[in-house]
């Protein structure tokens, strides 16, 4: 069966900067090649919100709350996905989750609804 498992994720300070992956495994058939991923992310108490997604091509799409700040890369012939996190502020705190399947492009930023996702990776930022 296919999985995603988040890496990457850590306790900094604001201004610091992470980097997390995405590795998608049980992918025979290089399906996730041509899906659309992205991450997301939520805070205790708080709803799961989007922060980015990219499609097959490399094409992207980010929450106003970290654009400039955040870039979401993909390796397809590894099939592996990435979020750059640069300038990390304490409100960017949350478990952040990889996910992947979007069956209506980038629609998935803001509605969450894809088809797989990972167990996630916690990033805590003080200041």
């Known amino acids: 069966q296919v999985q995603l498992v988040e890496s990457g994720g850590g306790s900094v300070q604001a201004g610091a900067s992470l980097r997390l992956s995405c590795e998608v495994s049980g992918d025979t058939s290089g399906s996730y090649r041509d899906y659309y991923m992205g991450w997301a992310r939520q805070a205790p108490g708080k709803e799961r919100e989007g922060v980015a997604v990219?499609?097959?091509?490399?094409?992207?799409k980010y929450a106003d709350s970290v654009k400039g700040r955040f870039t979401i890369s993909r390796d397809n012939a590894k099939i592996t996905l990435y979020l750059q996190m640069n300038n990390l502020k304490a409100e960017d705190t949350a478990m952040y989750f990889c996910?992947?399947?979007?069956?209506?492009?980038?629609?998935?930023?803001?509605?969450?609804?894809?088809?797989?996702w990972g167990q996630g990776t916690q990033v805590t930022v003080s200041s």
């Open positions: 996910a992947a399947n979007c069956s209506y492009g980038y629609a998935c930023l803001t509605d969450g609804n894809w088809g797989r």
């Open positions: 990219i499609n097959p091509f490399g094409g992207t």
